[in-house]
C-alpha cells in the first residue's frame, strides 16, 4: 500500500516562503508522476504543479507558475514543493499525489483522476 506523507505547512505572512515535503512509502517512487493539489473548503481542489518521473519536466498552474517550484528527490522518494512570495490567496490545503501508471509517468497530469493516491494534506495559512 502506498503511503504520503505530507510535511512544511504552517501560518506565514504575505511575501514569505514555504517549503512542503511529501514523502512516499515505496521504492517505486522513482516510477511515478508526482503533483500538488491545493482545496480550500467549499471549492474544488485545485492543480497546483506536477513533475514527471525523471525530474526533468514540470508543468504550473497560471496562479503560481514563477512563485512556486516542484522538485523531487528520488533517492529520498520525495517531492517537494518551494513556495516563494505567498500571498493570502494561497491559502489552503495542500495535497501531494501520485500517478503510479507507469504508462503516464512521462506525462505531464494536471487533473486530480489522473492520480492514484493522496496524501493527507498540509495546511497553508498565507496572512495579509
Given at each position: 500500500q502506498v503511503q504520503l506523507v505530507e510535511s512544511g505547512g504552517g501560518l506565514v505572512q504575505a511575501g514569505g516562503s514555504l517549503r512542503l515535503?511529501?514523502?512516499?512509502?515505496?521504492?517505486?517512487?522513482?516510477?511515478?508522476a508526482m503533483g500538488w493539489f491545493r482545496q480550500v473548503p467549499g471549492k474544488?481542489?485545485?492543480?497546483?504543479?506536477?513533475?514527471?518521473?525523471?525530474?526533468?519536466?514540470?508543468y504550473y498552474a497560471n496562479s503560481v507558475r514563477g512563485r512556486f517550484t516542484i522538485s523531487r528527490d528520488n533517492a529520498k522518494n520525495t517531492v517537494y514543493?518551494?513556495?516563494n512570495n505567498l500571498k493570502p490567496e494561497d491559502t489552503a490545503v495542500y495535497y501531494c499525489a501520485a500517478e503510479t501508471d507507469i504508462s503516464r509517468s512521462w506525462q505531464i497530469n494536471t487533473q486530480d483522476n489522473e492520480y492514484d493516491y493522496w496524501g493527507q494534506g498540509t495546511q497553508v495559512t498565507v496572512s495579509s
Open positions: 515535503s511529501c514523502a512516499a512509502s515505496a521504492r517505486t517512487f522513482g516510477n511515478w474544488e481542489r485545485e492543480f497546483v504543479a506536477t513533475i514527471i518521473r525523471t525530474g526533468s519536466a514540470t514543493l518551494q513556495m
